[in-house]
């Protein structure tokens, strides 16, 4: 139990520094524009630029009403939880398979 106690601790301390990138002016590593990777490597890569069109559930962190950091956070959170129900259902397979 202690062990679980320390990871979520980490976990807590890991989502309460993300607004830390907002302090860079650059961008976080891979979320570069399409001009990024032509200006850095002379040509946009080609599945780069297949990706184009697909558009973030939450693009630039964005949600209305909530400010830049508070959008940072609740993207935070809701990829800690989508992470954590897919390593249960993970889990909950496994166990089946083996009862």
Not at 51 to 71: C, F, I, K, R
Request: proline share 7%; charged share 15%; net charge positive.
């Amino acid at each position: 139990m202690r062990g679980r106690r320390a990871l979520y601790a980490l976990l807590a301390l890991l989502i309460m520094l993300v607004p830390l990138g907002l302090l860079s002016p650059d961008p976080a590593w891979g979320e570069w524009e399409e001009s990024f990777y032509e200006k850095a490597l002379g040509f946009v890569p080609e599945g780069i630029a297949k990706a184009s069109g697909w558009h973030a559930p939450l693009p630039d962190y964005s949600v209305p009403g909530l400010g830049e950091v508070g959008g940072y956070y609740l993207s935070a959170l809701l990829g800690v939880g989508v992470i954590a129900a897919l390593f249960w259902l993970i889990g909950r397979g496994l166990k089946r398979g083996r009862g």
